[in-house]
């Protein structure tokens, strides 16, 4: 036979805050288990980024959220080129959304991206960044050379290629 207990703690205050113990007795014995009820807390950083595809000007990331404090978060996506001093940032619309596709990325460039979680209460640190390059553009050029600066006019065809090979 098994029993169980849920305890519901509707509307909380701060009064309600502290240890919660369940106790269970029969003719074989007795076993306390205690519950701490605490205010919400800052979010633990999300785990487990890691890249799911890329194209030549766009990164789809993905992470595993970590503890929420206890209360509904959100995540940022922080990200910059590698030769770059400056970081971007975005929001992740939906909150509850755990992937994400930054777009509008130079091609052919390399960026590091880490995610960081927010809830009411604050926000946790970002993850430790993961790496990815964009793949590059090869720009075909029709049409009559404009100047001498060796620039080409009329029509343009672009290319994307990967690592191993043209498309």
Same mark, same amino acid.
Not at 14 to 37: K, P, S, W
Not at 148 to 163: E, R, S, T, Y
């Given at each position: 036979?098994?029993?169980?207990?849920?305890?519901?703690?509707?509307?909380?205050? !701060?009064? %309600?805050?502290?240890?919660?113990?369940? /106790?269970?007795?029969?003719?074989?014995? $007795? *076993? &306390?288990?205690?519950?701490?009820?605490?205010?919400?807390? !800052?979010? %633990?950083?999300?785990?487990?980024?890691? /890249?799911?595809?890329?194209?030549?000007? $766009? *990164? &789809?990331?993905?992470?595993?959220?970590?503890?929420?404090?206890?209360?509904?978060?959100?995540?940022?996506?922080?990200?910059?080129?590698?030769?770059?001093?400056?970081?971007?940032?975005?929001?992740?619309?939906?909150?509850?959304?755990?992937?994400?596709?930054?777009?509008?990325?130079?091609?052919?460039?390399?960026?590091?991206?880490?995610?960081?979680?927010?809830?009411?209460?604050?926000a946790s640190n970002f993850t430790q960044s993961i790496l990815q390059k964009t793949l590059g553009i090869i720009f075909a050029f029709f049409g009559k050379k404009y100047s001498d600066l060796g620039l080409f006019l009329d029509h343009q065809l672009v290319f994307p290629?990967?690592?191993?090979?043209?498309?």
């Amino acid at each position: 036979m098994t029993w169980e207990s849920v305890l519901e703690i509707c509307s909380v205050e !701060f009064r %309600d805050y502290g240890i919660y113990a369940c /106790i269970a007795q029969n003719a074989l014995g $007795t *076993v &306390t288990h205690e519950l701490l009820l605490e205010k919400g807390a !800052f979010p %633990d950083p999300p785990t487990d980024l890691k /890249i799911l595809d890329f194209t030549h000007n $766009t *990164v &789809t990331i993905a992470w595993v959220p970590g503890f929420n404090g206890g209360l509904q978060q959100s995540y940022k996506i922080r990200y910059t080129k590698v030769d770059s001093r400056f970081y971007r940032y975005e929001d992740v619309f939906p909150e509850n959304e755990t992937s994400f596709t930054i777009t509008m990325l130079a091609s052919g460039a390399e960026f590091a991206f880490s995610v960081q979680a927010i809830n009411s209460i604050g926000a946790s640190n970002f993850t430790q960044s993961i790496l990815q390059k964009t793949l590059g553009i090869i720009f075909a050029f029709f049409g009559k050379k404009y100047s001498d600066l060796g620039l080409f006019l009329d029509h343009q065809l672009v290319f994307p290629f990967f690592a191993n090979g043209m498309i």
